[in-house]
């Protein structure tokens, strides 16, 4: 079955120290996106990509990178200059940018003490 | 940026009864999408609507776009416990923005 994939599910880290989530789609789509979710609030736009080799920042992009080096691959890294670290992050794809449904992940929950 | 503003929070309703969520744009809606989200999940999508108008229904579940293109209502007749969860509208103008979910329990 085709979908979305993100692991671990769960995610410990101490402060300082980065860490990479995993997201990986067999949907043969361009784009993905990686979004992160708080309590109360909706998702916020971290990186997208639309297609192998480029990404752009998204509306929260500060203490994050990314890369694309495979279709169906988009890791994210959370750096230690991220200043609130603790969040669930939503990995997510759709077959072009902006205009398609995307399909997401079940998420990554990451707690950094 | 588009901003997307839900209405209500969170909503408590006895199972079996009818329940209406609000998506309201800053701007005009060229592409309105309905997402479910189970707590610690991610989001299953549930309709996509474009067209000033439209309606689209999936089994108890109707969204419907005004016609200005900048209001949606989500309505479910006759609620069940497995409708329980967040409810997020996204808008897709230049990037899919999310209003902030509306959580729906449903009491057996």
């Known amino acids: 079955d085709g979908g979305i994939t993100q692991s671990p599910k769960y995610l410990f880290r101490k402060e300082g120290q980065n860490v990479t989530l995993s997201c990986e789609q067999n949907?043969?789509?361009?784009?993905m996106y990686w979004y992160r979710q708080d309590p109360g609030q909706g998702l916020r736009l971290i990186y997208y990509?639309?297609?192998?080799?480029?990404?752009q920042k998204g509306d929260i992009a500060e203490g994050y990178s990314v890369s694309r080096e495979k279709k169906e691959s988009f890791p994210l890294t959370v750096t230690s200059a991220q200043k609130n670290p603790t969040a669930f992050y939503l990995c997510?794809?759709?077959?072009?940018?902006?205009?398609?449904?995307?399909?997401f992940g079940p998420g990554t929950r990451l707690t950094v003490t | 940026s588009q901003e997307l503003e839900q209405s209500p929070q969170s909503l408590i309703v006895q199972e079996g009864k009818n329940l209406t969520i609000n998506c309201t744009s800053s701007?005009?809606?060229?592409?309105l999408y309905w997402y479910k989200q189970k707590y610690g999940e991610g989001l299953i999508f549930l309709m996509m609507?474009?067209?000033?108008?439209e309606e689209k229904s999936h089994e108890k579940i109707t969204a419907k776009l005004d016609e200005k293109k900048q209001q949606s209502s989500l309505h479910i007749t006759a609620s069940q416990p497995s409708h329980a969860g967040i409810y997020l509208c996204?808008?897709?103008?230049?990037?899919?923005?999310f209003g902030e979910g509306t959580q729906l329990t449903v009491n057996p």
């Open positions: 997510a794809s759709s077959i072009g940018w902006s205009s398609y449904e995307q399909y």
């Open positions: 949907l043969n789509h361009d784009a």
């Open positions: 990509s639309q297609i192998v080799n480029d990404f």
């Open positions: 701007k005009t809606l060229y592409g």
């Open positions: 609507l474009q067209k000033g108008g």
């Open positions: 996204g808008a897709s103008n230049d990037r899919l923005t």
